[in-house]
């Protein structure tokens, strides 16, 4: 005769053992996934911060964000032709380093106009549509980042 | 030392808070009452920075107020001194007696070692975090601490579809005050931030369910969440749905402490209520999880009377009152109408009698289940051999019934979000259906391992 409670109290301890080999198994995994990072974390950290893509695109706009010493409405103008995508990626970026001066990706009423030419890095000055408005570039940063006022 | 100031006076604050509200002699084991209290610390001054702020008071007097009150707090709890970061005692002899219990520690502290080094080297990869705590939680925060005193009129003026305008401001405010009083934008900050909700979060879930069930049991439960690779993914990207995630958590277990006794447990409901606000002011969709709390303490009616419920409700309501009529004010205020809700209107009973909407999110909702959490193998595998291996209990005092409502009920209402959402669904469902389910699986957790049945009953906070 078979005790069940024994039978049960065993089938238990198993499939304990079974979900402890599951979480060390997938713990594994996640460690197989990050191995060349613990096998060489300070070599890992040098060549890594601060040279992700968010960061040093960051740098292109210390001098604009300095430029305003009080809180601007931007009209922001990117790339002619750019991807939706890439084009809203780059507003966003934008405003995140450009903060707390409000950048606008639309047609409004604001005090300064600025271009994020990450690409081609310079206005055309004899065909920009601002420019033969009664538009004239107050600073213009030599790295795609100009800012034009009235 | 400016960089850890601002954010050791809040979890000190959020400690002699927790430790003042829970009457301190309940309490021996501070390792649950600092992942509960660490946290409730950061809303806290959150909290206290943008109300006093929205008053024009200068952030140095701000500070002052938080040094008061923590001084106040000190002052208060002069007899517990001696129940200062008493841990409970730590035998190895026990460790080594039970096999199972040293096997599963180690297996414990070498996952959190683990996780720990992967948010540290994913932050050395994303010191800004991912897209959105960059670019709405991190892009507020730079607005506040650079313009204290008009970023109402600024974010007034700001691209509300784009930057999301209406979010709560828990961890905008946060990393804004400590920007503030450290003098520059340190990346270090959200990133602490987030390291502290994440990981304090399985800290509470560890000792909440060793609390009320075995040590064996609270490791296997902390586990768990160590061991899902998207619960690392979401605390390092800074998003915040780990933070309303941890409120969640916070305030189930709570309720469960005060409903695992049979008389009324006013301090700990109030505790429970300032956690459900303070998720309300992480994340709009703390206040639906505020709307199904209440909604889900109407089943204790089975097994109390509509005015013991009414007392504990009364109870909850008061701790959350000071949080939501902050959440009040920055919503009328302040905040422009959220894009779901202004969007209503002659379309909603359009989508809701739109039968291949209800598939759509359905079908998301079942492929979410299969590859939740990215782990090597369908974790619900893992629960449904705890239930086998041990079934299920639901009594009126362990809170499971009225806490898997919740969470059921969180569910729905999620999946009708989905289907009045006036973006395009697909994309809704893609950009957010994984992060939602992840703010629910903490509490997943512990009320599961609250209802596997056992020899002896949950125990009961004296």
Redesign the interface.
């Known amino acids: 005769m078979y005790d069940t409670q024994y039978i049960f109290k065993q089938?238990?301890k198993i499939?304990?053992v079974?979900?402890?080999c599951?979480?060390?198994?997938?713990?594994w995994?996640?460690?197989s996934?990050?191995q060349d990072?613990?096998l060489a974390?300070v070599e890992?950290?040098r060549n890594?911060?601060?040279n992700?893509y968010?960061?040093q695109y960051g740098k292109r706009f210390e001098e604009a964000r300095n430029f305003f010493t009080k809180?601007t409405?931007l009209q922001y103008v990117g790339e002619a032709n750019e991807d939706p995508s890439s084009g809203t990626f780059h507003?966003?970026l934008a405003?995140?380093y450009l903060?707390?001066n409000?950048v606008?990706?639309?047609n409004t009423v604001c005090d300064a106009i600025i271009y994020n030419l990450y690409n081609s890095k310079q206005v055309d000055i004899a065909t920009n549509f601002h420019l033969n408005n009664g538009w004239h570039i107050a600073k213009n940063f030599n790295n795609g980042i100009i800012i034009l006022s009235k | 030392m400016m960089l850890v100031f601002p954010i050791l006076l809040s979890c000190l604050l959020g400690y002699l808070t927790c430790l003042f509200i829970f009457e301190e002699r309940t309490l021996s084991d501070s390792r649950f009452l600092i992942n509960l209290s660490f946290p409730i610390g950061l809303g806290i001054s959150s909290l206290i920075f943008i109300s006093f702020n929205l008053l024009h008071f200068h952030y140095l007097l701000i500070l002052l107020i938080e040094i008061g009150l923590t001084a106040l707090l000190l002052v208060k709890l002069k007899k517990v001194k001696r129940s200062f970061f008493k841990f409970e005692h730590f035998s190895l002899n026990k460790l080594i007696l039970n096999p199972?219990l040293l096997?599963?520690t180690v297996?414990y502290l070498?996952?959190w070692l683990?996780d720990a080094?992967?948010f540290f080297?994913d932050t050395?990869?994303?010191?800004?975090g991912l897209?959105d705590a960059?670019?709405m939680w991190?892009?507020?925060a730079?607005?506040i601490s650079?313009?204290p005193y008009?970023?109402p009129d600024?974010f007034g003026?700001?691209?509300m579809d784009?930057?999301h305008i209406d979010y709560p401001l828990l961890q905008t405010g946060f990393i804004a005050r400590s920007w503030l009083l450290m003098g520059n934008e340190s990346t270090y900050i959200p990133a602490i931030v987030a390291f502290i909700f994440a990981f304090c979060t399985i800290g509470l879930l560890y000792s909440s369910i060793t609390f009320f069930t075995t040590k064996t049991e609270g490791l296997?439960a902390g586990?768990?969440l160590?061991?899902t690779?998207f619960f690392m993914i979401m605390g390092d990207s800074q998003y915040a749905d780990n933070t309303v995630g941890f409120f969640y958590l916070a305030t189930i277990v709570l309720l469960t402490f005060a409903q695992s006794h049979t008389s009324l447990k006013p301090r700990l409901l109030i505790l429970a209520g300032i956690t459900a606000g303070l998720s309300a002011w992480s994340k709009n969709e703390g206040i639906l999880f505020i709307t199904c709390l209440i909604i889900s303490q109407f089943t204790r009616l089975f097994f109390k009377n509509f005015r013991e419920l009414a007392a504990e409700l009364k109870y909850l309501f008061l701790g959350m009152l000071p949080v939501l009529i902050v959440v009040a004010y920055h919503k009328l205020a302040i905040a422009p109408t959220n894009d779901i809700i202004q969007a209503q209107g002659a379309t909603t009973w359009a989508k809701l009698t739109d039968y291949s909407r209800y598939e759509t999110v359905l079908n998301w909702y079942i492929a979410q289940f299969g590859t939740f959490g990215k782990?090597?193998?369908n974790p619900w595998w893992?629960f449904l051999?705890?239930i086998?291996?041990?079934g299920l209990s639901f009594n009126k005092n362990n809170g499971v019934i009225s806490n898997s409502i919740l969470l059921i009920i969180m569910l729905a209402g999620f999946f009708f979000i989905y289907i009045i959402t006036p973006l395009d669904l697909t994309f809704h469902l893609s950009s957010s259906i994984h992060r939602l389910f992840f703010q629910l699986f903490p509490s997943f957790i512990f009320v599961y391992f609250i209802a596997l049945k056992r020899k002896l009953p949950i125990k009961q906070f004296s």
């Open positions: 089938v238990r499939l304990f079974f979900l402890l599951i979480l060390v198994w997938q713990q995994s996640t460690f996934a990050h990072q613990f974390p890992f950290t890594n911060y601060g992700d968010i960061s809180p409405i507003y966003y405003q995140y903060a707390p409000i606008l990706n639309r | 199972v096997f599963t297996i070498y996952s683990m080094g992967i080297f050395v990869k994303e010191p800004n897209w960059w670019a991190n892009m507020k730079k607005v650079q313009a008009n970023w600024l003026q700001m691209n784009s930057f296997i586990l768990i160590l061991c690779p782990w090597v193998l893992l051999i705890g086998l291996a041990n």
